[in-house]
């Protein structure tokens, strides 16, 4: 092979592990890398900030189960994608963070903007390295694309010394990485079926990465045969469709107390691809630890995660793809002791999400998002980072196909507008929705001006009600009447988006929102809808002054 610019040698490594897309803010110091991406097949997105950069890739690598790739500039570009590493390591996302760096022989003097990048994500990827040799690039960007991919996917970061990319090589390229499956075995489907005739009340909770529609299908028989209801996960709910009769809910934040009862009294919780944190285990409260309190049959694709916090009855390492595909040898017993289980928690699911209940103001968020249910295609992807206004979404949406929803379970903001952009970069012909809180909008806002650059019509629908409303509502309950460090003064987003050169809408009433949702989507161009959120509506279930109610009532009686 001739020789190579490192930069070269990079970017043709990216294309034969099958890269199409990356993300990227430029920086002086891997002007190689950008001077072999002028000749590459490459589709590369220019964004505003490196912490929507890295978003969008992570999205790419959420909905497509391969590395999503970003570039970004030494120190300052560095540290501004973050976030998005944070989300792949708690969401376990495959993703590849190329980060320039200094000279090789200006190492370890402070040089402009130098880092430690292996010291400063250490704690947040599965691997953080620097490339010191060009001729070995082939090597390490083989190893990334497995690391990534491997048992718990997540991010890797690699730092490009200015200097490694320049020099010329002489290498052979790399083969195409291959994805490291791990199979159950014979033994095991045997024990799980054995464990299911033994069962009364089984349920299963779906959640975690390395998930595909084939999984997906081959679970959906399964659950069938088996009349299992099937929950899933916080924010997993494109792992099983909603509208499937086995169907029994997700374990969000406030999640249906019969699906929590449900599970409560099971006698067997099947456990595939997740791990039950914080959130999904409400506060580490839903299973004892070590000892769950129920059998529990896990499934992981990292040997790890099996045992870590919950002592599994029967611990299965093998990744969620895997395990279904064994799946379809398991058989139900010729009676099944629980029929009808999975109908009653698809009754309860639709009992809990049919119809929201009223809330003060103009505006339902709740009817939005039940007007969007019957108006948005099958396949629209629906994005949002974090905030109350998002419960609205994961609640009253249903989805129902596989690859529809980005939403980071490690609660990031400013995670739905780059998530939009990332997905619609990959998809232009699918709708794309971000849902966005006035808070959480303007951490990544800005790249609302890479969607225009790139005529990519994604429909941002922000609720503002004039506050960061989720500290606020844990702010009453906690120390009622006591409002600090919460209040937004807004700017008029419509406007905003008109100035990118989008299209904008203001909404004050849900009557107004479908109608300015067609009109968003018929200007073909990205929009923005403003829509105006009484302060009061803050949760599905309680106002803001019933919580700040609670909270006074529950001091009085401490006190008394
Ligand atoms: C990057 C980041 N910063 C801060 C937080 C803490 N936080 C969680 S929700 C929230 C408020 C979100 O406000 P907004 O987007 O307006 O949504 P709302 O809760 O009002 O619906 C904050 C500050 C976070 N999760 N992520
Ligand atoms: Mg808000």
Not at 5 to 24: E, K, R, S
Not at 180 to 185: A, C, K, L, Q, R
Not at 199 to 225: C, M, N, Y
Request: hydrophobic residues 40%.
């Amino acid at each position: 092979m001739a020789n190579r610019t490192g930069g070269q040698i990079l970017v043709d490594q990216l294309l034969i592990h099958g890269a199409t897309d990356a993300f990227c803010v430029p920086g002086e110091s891997y002007l190689a890398v950008l001077d072999a991406l002028h000749d590459a097949s490459l589709k590369v997105t220019i964004c505003r900030a490196e912490g929507g950069a890295c978003m969008m890739a992570e999205a790419a690598g959420k909905l497509t189960g391969k590395p999503g790739i970003c570039f970004v500039t030494r120190g300052p570009g560095a540290t501004n994608a973050s976030p998005g590493i944070h989300i792949a390591d708690q969401d376990s996302t495959p993703l590849i963070l190329f980060v320039g760096q200094i000279e090789r022989g200006m190492r370890e003097r402070e040089a402009f903007q130098e880092l430690d990048y292996r010291a400063v994500f250490g704690t947040m990827t599965k691997w953080a390295t620097e490339i010191d040799d060009a001729a070995r690039i082939p090597e390490i960007i083989s190893r990334a694309f497995h690391v990534a991919t491997a048992g718990r996917p997540g991010p890797v970061v690699i730092a490009l010394p200015e200097d490694v990319l320049t020099d010329l090589a002489d290498v052979a390229d790399a083969q195409p990485y291959q994805v490291t499956e791990t199979h159950p075995s014979l033994l095991q489907t045997i024990d799980l079926q054995k464990r299911l005739w033994a069962a009364k009340s089984p349920v299963a909770i779906l959640g975690g990465s390395r998930w595909s529609p084939q999984a997906i299908e081959r679970f959906t028989r399964f659950a069938e045969r088996f009349d299992l209801p099937v929950a899933v996960s916080f924010r997993r709910q494109m792992l099983f469709p909603a509208d499937h009769p086995n169907f029994a809910g997700d374990l969000g934040i406030g999640p249906n107390p019969k699906l929590l009862k449900r599970i409560k009294e099971s006698d067997l919780v099947l456990l595939v691809g997740g791990r039950l944190s914080e959130m999904p285990s409400q506060s580490y409260t839903l299973f004892g630890i070590p000892e769950p309190g129920r059998p529990l049959v896990h499934v992981h694709p990292d040997a790890e995660e099996l045992g870590r916090v919950y002592r599994p009855s029967l611990a299965i390492n093998a990744s969620p793809t895997a395990f279904c595909a064994a799946l379809e040898t398991v058989h139900p017993p010729q009676e099944i002791p629980w029929a009808g289980a999975a109908a009653e928690a698809h009754e309860a699911y639709l009992g809990w999400t049919e119809q929201p209940a009223p809330v003060a103001g103009a505006f339902h968020p709740g009817e939005a998002v039940t007007w969007l249910r019957r108006y948005l295609p099958d396949d629209a992807i629906l994005c949002n980072g974090a905030g109350n206004y998002a419960t609205w979404v994961h609640r009253f949406h249903r989805f129902t196909k596989f690859a529809t929803q980005l939403a980071p379970t490690c609660g990031s903001m400013g995670y739905g507008v780059p998530a939009a952009i990332g997905a619609k970069r990959l998809y232009p012909e699918r709708t794309v929705v971000a849902f966005a809180g006035d808070g959480c909008f303007l951490m990544n806002g800005q790249d609302f001006a890479t969607a225009v650059q790139y005529d990519l019509p994604v429909v941002v629908v922000v609720i503002d009600n004039g506050m960061y409303g989720t500290i606020r509502m844990h702010q009453e309950r906690d120390y009622p009447g006591r409002v600090s460090a919460t209040e937004l003064k807004n700017p008029d987003f419509a406007a905003y988006a008109k100035a990118f050169g989008g299209h904008g809408e203001r909404v004050e009433t849900t009557a107004e929102f479908g109608p300015a949702f067609e009109r968003a989507v018929a200007s073909g161009k990205p929009a923005i809808i403003h829509c105006l959120l009484d302060p009061e509506a803050i949760t599905p279930a309680k106002s803001l002054s019933t919580i700040r109610a609670e909270a006074f009532a529950a001091q009085a009686q401490k006190g008394a």
